[in-house]
């Protein structure tokens, strides 16, 4: 995982957030690089999930709702965690968290007092050694306030989740989008959660992005709809580059599931710092539809088209994908190290599709002639494919560093070139080379990259 990080900063993927100032604790800023390989994943995903189908629209909510949308989803009263705190340091940690590092087990769904007696039967002291607090509740939303100071200021949450928003917009996209049973509604956005012990790199932090679908459906068919989803992201998973070997599945067991759960399988990666969740699938019920018409007062049913006296609340399977730890297990999924010629070579092996560059033009040299014919294959090839020009350093150190930021081919001018017309292709993972004519470097690269 050191190696990773260390790579990421050191080529462009991800730094620390606020980093000339000393940082905020879990907070990570994407780079040229990370930022592109993020854009990627979520355009796969969109093109994939919306694009591709007849069944799905997409949405884009706001952030902030109004605080009844959380009252009817039930976060305001059950999205809350156990917090203890260092009574020295003052440092706060999840005390079911601290519990299962500690000792091995499980205090899933313990009370507070429960949890309390374990601490004291255990003696769990702090990381560093300390007196802990008595547990208490923690609330894992964000709140913020609307309005001018004094009169008509209200409180308001930063969303924990983009679910809500396609709930509540559920019969205006009905409405709209002429969509009939069963279609799901797609939302790319961010999300914030006030994590009290956020870690792992880019696995855990106060602020994510989201890839959801809410998938409306008739009570009878969630079963077969489950387990088409859940066959879909495993689809997904290899077309971008995860490595199955290091995915599994972990269904929750019935007192682990959320309030608004009937059935929840997550896809588990094996990561560095061990076997965690990587994306969720849920079987939510009628709960989001019936509790937002419940307090909102709206009728949410749905009239079958065909028989127009049959109406019901549909129910919802809700397949759901961070973009960070997405982008985290592709990471780990394509870094890899071999010897050659009695060196280390460091590779990601990204996928053509989700790598930040496609094709690297490298010049031999900064000498004119061949800047100038390096920048025409640049412009021709940067039409169709994410390319990067780089005519500094030694040939050997640019295909290194290419090497190290996943670049599938790199296309070197030459001396030559200027006489034959030719150039030189580079492939990534076999690092054989073959002399290709320019003009026909695109036919060749887009067999390549399909």
Same mark, same amino acid.
């Given at each position: 995982?050191?190696?990773?990080?260390?790579?990421?900063?050191?080529?462009?993927?991800?730094?620390?957030?606020?980093?000339?100032?000393?940082?905020?604790?879990?907070?990570?800023?994407?780079?040229?690089?990370?930022?592109?390989?993020?854009?990627?994943?979520?355009?796969?995903?969109?093109?994939?999930?919306?694009?591709?189908?007849?069944?799905?629209?997409?949405?884009?909510?706001?952030?902030?709702?109004?605080?009844?949308?959380?009252?009817?989803?039930?976060?305001?009263?059950?999205?809350?965690?156990?917090?203890?705190?260092?009574?020295?340091?003052?440092?706060? @940690?999840?005390?079911?968290?601290?519990?299962?590092?500690?000792?091995?087990?499980?205090?899933?769904?313990?009370?507070?007092?429960?949890?309390?007696?374990?601490?004291?039967?255990?003696?769990?002291?702090?990381?560093?050694?300390?007196?802990?607090?008595?547990?208490?509740?923690?609330?894992?939303?964000?709140?913020?306030?609307?309005?001018?100071?004094?009169?008509?200021?209200?409180?308001?949450?930063?969303?924990?989740?983009?679910?809500?928003?396609?709930?509540?917009?559920?019969?205006?996209?009905?409405?709209?989008?002429?969509?009939?049973?069963?279609?799901?509604?797609?939302?790319?956005?961010?999300?914030?959660?006030?994590?009290?012990?956020?870690?792992?790199?880019?696995?855990?932090?106060?602020?994510?992005?989201?890839?959801?679908?809410?998938?409306?459906?008739?009570?009878?068919?969630?079963?077969?709809?489950?387990?088409?989803?859940?066959?879909?992201?495993?689809?997904?998973?290899?077309?971008?580059?995860?490595?199955?070997?290091?995915?599994?599945?972990?269904?929750?067991?019935?007192?682990?599931?959320?309030?608004?759960?009937?059935?929840?399988?997550?896809?588990?990666?094996?990561?560095?710092?061990?076997?965690?969740?990587?994306?969720?699938?849920?079987?939510?019920?009628?709960?989001?539809?019936?509790?937002?018409?419940?307090?909102?007062?709206?009728?949410?049913?749905?009239?079958?088209?065909?028989?127009?006296?049959?109406?019901?609340?549909?129910?919802?399977?809700?397949?759901?994908?961070?973009?960070?730890?997405?982008?985290?297990?592709?990471?780990?999924?394509?870094?890899?190290?071999?010897?050659?010629?009695?060196?280390?070579?460091?590779?990601?092996?990204?996928?053509?599709?989700?790598?930040? @560059?496609?094709?690297?033009?490298?010049?031999?040299?900064?000498?004119?002639?061949?800047?100038?014919?390096?920048?025409?294959?640049?412009?021709?090839?940067?039409?169709?494919?994410?390319?990067?020009?780089?005519?500094?350093?030694?040939?050997?150190?640019? @295909?290194?560093?290419?090497?190290?930021?996943?670049?599938?081919?790199?296309?070197?001018?030459?001396?030559?070139?200027?006489?034959?017309?030719?150039?030189?292709?580079?492939?990534?993972?076999?690092?054989?080379?073959?002399?290709?004519?320019?003009?026909?470097?695109?036919?060749?690269?887009?067999?390549?990259?399909?």
């Amino acid at each position: 995982m050191e190696k990773l990080v260390s790579l990421c900063k050191r080529r462009g993927f991800i730094f620390p957030g606020s980093e000339i100032y000393g940082g905020l604790a879990n907070s990570w800023d994407y780079g040229p690089l990370g930022v592109q390989m993020k854009i990627n994943i979520k355009n796969d995903w969109w093109k994939k999930v919306v694009e591709e189908r007849d069944d799905m629209v997409g949405l884009d909510g706001a952030i902030l709702m109004n605080p009844k949308v959380w009252e009817a989803s039930g976060h305001v009263e059950t999205f809350n965690d156990p917090l203890v705190e260092d009574k020295k340091t003052h440092k706060r @940690y999840r005390a079911d968290h601290l519990i299962q590092d500690i000792t091995g087990m499980d205090v899933d769904g313990k009370s507070l007092d429960e949890l309390a007696a374990i601490i004291k039967e255990k003696d769990i002291k702090s990381p560093d050694g300390n007196e802990l607090t008595s547990p208490r509740q923690f609330s894992g939303m964000f709140e913020t306030t609307a309005g001018a100071a004094g009169e008509g200021k209200q409180v308001i949450y930063l969303r924990p989740e983009t679910a809500q928003a396609m709930f509540v917009n559920f019969k205006n996209v009905l409405d709209t989008s002429r969509k009939r049973i069963p279609f799901g509604i797609a939302q790319i956005g961010k999300a914030f959660r006030n994590e009290i012990t956020p870690g792992n790199f880019i696995f855990r932090t106060l602020e994510f992005e989201q890839m959801e679908i809410e998938f409306f459906i008739e009570e009878s068919d969630w079963e077969k709809q489950f387990e088409l989803w859940n066959k879909w992201r495993l689809n997904w998973a290899k077309s971008i580059g995860i490595n199955e070997k290091l995915l599994s599945f972990e269904e929750h067991a019935p007192e682990k599931l959320s309030h608004y759960s009937k059935k929840t399988t997550d896809v588990m990666f094996k990561f560095p710092f061990g076997v965690q969740e990587l994306w969720g699938l849920a079987y939510r019920t009628d709960y989001d539809l019936s509790q937002h018409e419940k307090f909102s007062g709206q009728n949410l049913t749905y009239t079958d088209p065909n028989d127009n006296s049959r109406k019901f609340i549909p129910h919802v399977i809700e397949p759901t994908f961070g973009v960070d730890r997405t982008l985290l297990a592709i990471l780990v999924s394509a870094y890899d190290e071999e010897e050659v010629n009695g060196e280390t070579r460091v590779v990601m092996r990204f996928k053509n599709n989700i790598a930040p @560059y496609q094709i690297a033009i490298l010049p031999l040299s900064k000498k004119e002639q061949l800047s100038t014919l390096g920048k025409e294959v640049f412009n021709n090839l940067n039409k169709d494919y994410r390319c990067e020009y780089d005519e500094t350093q030694s040939i050997g150190k640019r @295909y290194r560093r290419q090497d190290e930021i996943g670049t599938p081919f790199c296309i070197t001018v030459d001396f030559e070139s200027l006489e034959d017309g030719m150039v030189t292709v580079r492939d990534r993972d076999s690092m054989e080379q073959t002399r290709i004519a320019i003009d026909k470097l695109n036919s060749f690269i887009q067999d390549k990259i399909q």
